[in-house]
């Protein structure tokens, strides 16, 4: 999310999603607190104590997330904690530049040298890095028993190849928030399908309720993509075959969903023409300002709702699954960051103990209440701590765990590329099936 904060770069794209922090860093103003540190000039964020010799040295990559501390507080308590290993953070840029995240990561883990021994990875990563040989395999570290205490869904997530090559930390996914005061006033029950939610929105709109029936992500970046995906997994739709070597985005549920998100700008006009340039920052200003019924977006918009300093809806917003068209269910894209070792780590054994560390019940109680981030441990979601400080986060524990991941395939970042630019083709010139049936063509050749 930010550019430490203040939201994404002119020009750049993103290949992933916001967090909380980004957003508070966006509303406070600033230019950015850390900045987007270069990937090899990491610090070690104030930790000066003397080395041992007999310490292992390590390092630790990860985007900059934010909330009432970073993650490089994270490390100086693992540093702390323990005089075995010391870890040297690396801070990349925030998620809202996870192309440079990205691109940042595979030119380290392509050297093969081994650093940075541990690193974080959007989900949507796994797979690539896996199949390239940069991601150590986890089971002999992390047997079935050990496993036991995460989501299935993100184990299957961390997943390739039949090998756990990744180990769960927190999770986001898109979530379908409304006004509560305003849907009052409109039958009172939150709409369960697509076309009941721009029945409603439309109403409110000719009685002036607000400005906007429906905001949503259509830029041209990866949040599009995720849009995309829960769209057409609630109309029974998907972008790849099972077996991940053809594409689907041209078959009739993928169409008529994106059909439909066109729809919401040209013909019930819902949605703003503006939503085909906006992510999640600008599509989160309207609704926050008061100005908006529905919204699709991810978890840290509900911490500035409720913020009176940033928004003019607090107590007024309620956040529930996102509709499906009729025979379809609610689909909410799987986000979120997961942890990796470096196969070419020469320290394998510290890195592992800071994965098992950062991993933990323990460390993901503590990102929970100080980040925001929702962990990947159930136990954690009955935390009466959590459900105290995070209500909104406790509440909301089945479209977590229900969430959809992206296409999984090696060749992810060529096929968001493709979707991204043909689904934007599609909304702004309406020819759906005639743009999706040439994404489907190009995504064939990139996984065929």
Same mark, same amino acid.
């Given at each position: 999310?930010?550019?430490?904060?203040?939201?994404?770069?002119?020009?750049?794209?993103?290949?992933?999603? /916001?967090?909380?922090?980004? $957003? $508070?860093?966006?509303?406070?103003?600033?230019?950015?607190?850390?900045?987007?540190?270069?990937?090899?000039?990491?610090?070690?964020?104030?930790?000066?104590?003397?080395?041992?010799?007999? $310490?292992?040295?390590?390092?630790?990559?990860?985007?900059?997330?934010?909330?009432?501390?970073?993650?490089?507080?994270?490390?100086?308590?693992?540093? *702390?904690?323990?005089?075995?290993?010391? /870890?040297?953070?690396i801070?990349?840029?925030?998620?809202?530049?996870?192309t440079?995240?990205?691109?940042?990561? /595979?030119?380290?883990?392509?050297?093969?040298t081994?650093?940075?021994?541990?690193?974080?990875?959007?989900?949507i990563?796994?797979?690539?890095?896996?199949?390239?040989?940069w991601?150590?395999?986890?089971?002999?570290?992390?047997?079935?028993?050990?496993?036991?205490?995460?989501?299935?869904g993100?184990?299957?997530?961390?997943?390739?190849?039949?090998?756990?090559?990744?180990?769960?930390?927190?999770?986001? +996914?898109?979530?379908?928030?409304?006004?509560?005061d305003?849907?009052?006033?409109?039958?009172?029950? /939150?709409? *369960?399908?697509?076309?009941?939610?721009?029945?409603?929105?439309?109403?409110?709109?000719?009685?002036?309720?607000?400005d906007?029936?429906?905001?949503?992500?259509?830029?041209?970046?990866?949040?599009?993509?995720?849009?995309?995906?829960?769209?057409?997994?609630?109309?029974n739709g998907?972008?790849?075959a099972?077996?991940?070597?053809?594409?689907?985005?041209?078959?009739?549920?993928?169409v008529?969903?994106?059909?439909?998100?066109?729809?919401?700008?040209?013909t019930?006009?819902?949605s703003?023409?503006?939503?085909?340039s906006?992510?999640e920052?600008?599509?989160?200003?309207?609704?926050? +300002?008061?100005?908006?019924?529905?919204?699709?977006?991810?978890?840290?918009?509900?911490?500035?709702?409720?913020?009176?300093?940033?928004?003019?809806?607090?107590?007024?917003?309620?956040?529930?699954?996102?509709?499906?068209?009729?025979?379809?269910?609610?689909?909410?894209c799987?986000?979120?960051?997961?942890?990796?070792?470096?196969?070419?780590?020469?320290? $394998?054994?510290?890195?592992? *103990?800071?994965?098992?560390?950062?991993? +933990?019940?323990?460390?993901?109680?503590?990102?929970?209440?100080?980040?925001?981030?929702?962990?990947?441990?159930?136990a954690?979601?009955?935390?009466?701590?959590?459900?105290?400080?995070?209500?909104?986060?406790?509440?909301?524990?089945?479209?977590?765990?229900?969430?959809?991941?992206?296409?999984?395939?090696?060749?992810?970042?060529?096929?968001?590329?493709a979707?991204?630019?043909?689904?934007?083709?599609?909304?702004?010139?309406?020819?759906?099936?005639? *743009?999706?049936?040439?994404?489907?063509?190009?995504?064939?050749?990139i996984?065929?």
């Open positions: 999310m930010d550019e430490s904060r203040k939201g994404p770069r002119s020009g750049s794209k993103s290949i992933g999603h /916001v967090t909380i922090a980004d $957003r $508070r860093q966006f509303l406070i103003g600033s230019a950015g607190l850390l900045g987007a540190a270069a990937f090899g000039a990491g610090t070690s964020l104030g930790i000066g104590r003397a080395r041992a010799q007999s $310490r292992a040295e390590i390092s630790f990559a990860s985007a900059a997330f934010f909330g009432k501390e970073t993650f490089g507080d994270l490390i100086k308590a693992f540093n *702390e904690s323990q005089d075995r290993i010391l /870890v040297k953070n801070e990349l840029p925030p998620p809202s530049s996870s440079e995240v990205y691109q940042g990561l /595979v030119q380290q883990l392509a050297r093969r081994g650093t940075p021994d541990v690193f974080s990875q959007d989900v990563w796994i797979a690539g890095f896996a199949a390239a040989g991601a150590l395999p986890l089971d002999e570290y992390f047997p079935a028993d050990k496993r036991s205490g995460y989501f299935t993100t184990l299957n997530a961390c997943t390739y190849g039949g090998k756990l090559t990744a180990l769960p930390w927190f999770m986001d +996914s898109g979530m379908f928030y409304y006004r509560k305003v849907l009052e006033k409109h039958g009172g029950k /939150v709409p *369960e399908t697509w076309t009941d939610m721009a029945t409603i929105a439309a109403a409110a709109q000719k009685a002036g309720d607000i906007f029936g429906y905001l949503w992500q259509g830029k041209q970046a990866e949040v599009l993509v995720c849009d995309a995906v829960e769209i057409i997994t609630s109309n998907a972008i790849l099972p077996d991940g070597k053809s594409s689907l985005i041209n078959q009739k549920g993928a008529e969903a994106i059909q439909f998100l066109h729809d919401t700008i040209a019930n006009k819902v703003p023409q503006d939503v085909l906006w992510d920052e600008p599509s989160r200003q309207p609704f926050t +300002s008061g100005k908006a019924m529905f919204m699709r977006n991810w978890s840290y918009v509900y911490p500035i709702a409720q913020d009176a300093k940033a928004s003019q809806v607090v107590d007024k917003v309620g956040v529930a699954p996102l509709p499906s068209f009729p025979g379809g269910k609610s689909s909410a799987l986000g979120g960051y997961q942890l990796g070792v470096n196969a070419n780590s020469k320290q $394998r054994e510290a890195a592992i *103990e800071l994965l098992t560390w950062l991993s +933990s019940t323990e460390t993901q109680h503590r990102i929970a209440l100080n980040f925001g981030l929702a962990p990947t441990r159930p954690l979601f009955q935390d009466a701590q959590i459900k105290k400080e995070q209500p909104f986060m406790a509440s909301l524990e089945k479209v977590f765990t229900g969430a959809t991941a992206r296409p999984i395939t090696p060749e992810y970042a060529k096929v968001t590329l979707l991204q630019s043909g689904i934007s083709k599609a909304l702004v010139s309406g020819n759906i099936q005639a *743009e999706m049936d040439a994404t489907a063509a190009q995504i064939d050749k996984v065929g």
